[in-house]
T-cell receptor, first 111, second 114 residues
Framework: ELKVEQNPLFLSMQEGKNYTIYCNYSTTSDRLYWYRQDPGKSLESLFVLLSNGAVKQEGRLMASLDTKARLSTLHITAAVHDLSATYFCAVDIGGSEKLVFGKGTKLTVNP | DGGITQSPKYLFRKEGQNVTLSCEQNLNHDAMYWYRQDPGQGLRLIYYSQIVNDFQKGDIAEGYSVSREKKESFPLTVTSAQKNPTAFYLC?????????????FGPGTRLTVT
């Protein structure tokens, strides 16, 4: 059974600081997804990582994938208040169209 | 304007009643999914359908039922057998594009059962 673990689950940081969210998964997979969820809202796709060593960046967020370590990271650079949200990683069950989600990391960026 | 719609946004029901949540997509996606989200939790898969007239149970299918009579529609019925139905329900769809089955989500339905 594929398990996906995120840490930390809660993250409070100051504006301007850097931090990394980690996503570990238990079985082989080559596709990993990062989503953002604002309170009471749906999920918005941030990044799709499709191969070992993949790195994608959008604004202050950068995601990477190490399939050998079964680890993805979401790095936040110089955080701003607008980044406050819950971030989920999801891993697909190889060969299927199903995703397994982590529990999410609730990020709060304080002025 | 392509997308996924869910209705209603909020739904209130009395315990013991069945309730049906609507999900429609005009993205021409083959696959559709239903997830449940509880506070502080990730998403858990209830049912999914890869093609019309076919669907599979996810991790928490007990107390739920679905149908897929049309490609664009995948309604979810929460039956009275579901012991704790109050939750946020999200519908998603996907298709194979650029090496991925990236899923796109609807706005969600918040169900409260009292």
């Amino acid at each position: 059974e594929l398990k996906v673990e995120q840490n930390p689950l809660f993250l409070s940081m100051q504006e301007g600081k850097n931090y990394t969210i980690y996503c570990n998964y238990s079985t082989t997979s080559d596709r990993l997804y990062w989503y953002r969820q604002d309170p009471g809202k749906s999920l918005e796709s941030l990044f799709v990582l499709l191969s070992n060593g993949a790195v994608k960046q959008e604004g202050r967020l950068m995601a990477s994938l190490d399939t050998k370590a079964r680890l993805s990271t979401l790095h936040i650079t110089a955080a701003v208040h607008d980044l406050s949200a819950t971030y989920f990683c999801a891993v697909d069950i190889g060969g299927s169209e199903k995703l397994v989600f982590g529990k999410g990391t609730k990020l709060t960026v304080n002025p | 304007d392509g997308g996924i719609t869910q209705s209603p946004k909020y739904l209130f029901r009395k315990e013991g009643q069945n309730v049906t949540l609507s999900c429609e997509q005009n993205l021409n996606h083959d696959a559709m999914y239903w997830y449940r989200q509880d506070p502080g939790q990730g998403l858990r898969l209830i049912y999914y359908s890869q093609i019309v007239n076919d669907f599979q149970k996810g991790d928490i299918a007990e107390g739920y039922s679905v149908s897929r009579e049309k490609k664009e529609s995948f309604p979810l019925t929460v039956t009275s057998a579901q012991k704790n139905p109050t939750a946020f329900y999200l519908c998603a769809s996907s298709t194979w594009t650029s090496g991925t089955y990236e899923q796109y989500f609807g706005p969600g339905t918040r169900l409260t059962v009292t």
